[in-house]
């Protein structure tokens, strides 16, 4: 399958900072990327699914001026946290779409956000 | 409303024992199928997928799953659990998107 990276793993931060995810789609060209945030123990709660070159769609409840997502290329995404809070600690996880097989996702390793 | 059921929260099973994980869909025609796993801090990994055509799936790390549209189900299986194994698992179902519906996952003990 193809490969999705994301940059940091795993990061911590004070509160009140901002704190930016990228999520790179390494082998093929992602013309969708989405996030998603798991919370533990639970499944993952999809954020918003960006299209390369276009805004993002947030999902209901999704804070678009918290969570800033840009997909500037067909490679990569990035999600901002934007004044981080102790409850935006989680894990975060991207995932892009678009290669050869039909529907199928690719998730990135995730990234582990503790904001102290 | 579309939604995928996975009965069993938690499932433990001996080293060497058969397996299986359940998982219900609910959809007014047949989904595309997938079935992940996620260790422990790890992102998912495809363990496999169901389209179209043969209903018995063979998937990575010897999992198969059978999709049954009569039940609307699509069990995932493993004949001789490794501890290995040990992790969530997530069946998922897309109608014809990209938009994926989790289900609520299981997560898996093994006892050496």
């Known amino acids: 399958g193809a490969v999705v990276s994301q940059h940091p793993s795993w990061v911590i931060c004070k509160s009140g900072t901002s704190v930016k995810i990228e999520c790179r789609s390494l082998d093929f060209q992602a013309t969708t990327m989405f996030w998603y945030r798991q919370f533990p123990k639970q499944s993952l709660m999809l954020m918003a699914t960006s299209n390369e070159g276009s805004k993002a769609t947030y999902e209901q409840g999704v804070e678009k001026d918290k969570f800033l997502i840009n997909h500037a290329s067909l490679t990569l995404s990035t999600l901002t946290v934007t004044s981080a809070h102790p409850e935006d600690s989680s894990f975060y996880i991207c995932?892009?779409?678009?290669?050869?097989?039909?529907?199928?996702?690719?998730f990135g390793p995730g990234t582990r956000l503790t904001v102290t | 409303a579309q939604s995928v059921t996975q009965p069993d929260i938690h499932i433990t099973v001996s080293e060497g024992a058969s397996l299986e994980l359940r998982c219900n869909y609910s959809?007014?025609?047949?989904?595309?199928l997938f079935w992940y796993v996620q260790s422990p801090g790890q992102g998912l990994q495809l363990l496999l997928k169901?389209?179209?055509?043969?209903?018995l799936v063979q998937g990575i790390k010897g999992f198969e799953a059978e999709f049954k549209r009569s039940q609307s189900s699509f069990n995932l299986r493993k004949p001789s659990v490794h501890w290995s194994d040990a992790a969530e698992y997530f069946c998922v179902a897309t109608p014809g998107t990209y938009k994926y519906i989790f289900g609520t996952g299981t997560r898996l003990k093994v006892l050496a």
């Open positions: 169901y389209f179209s055509g043969d209903t």
């Open positions: 959809y007014g025609a047949t989904p595309y």
């Open positions: 995932s892009s779409a678009g290669g050869a097989i039909t529907y199928e996702q690719y």
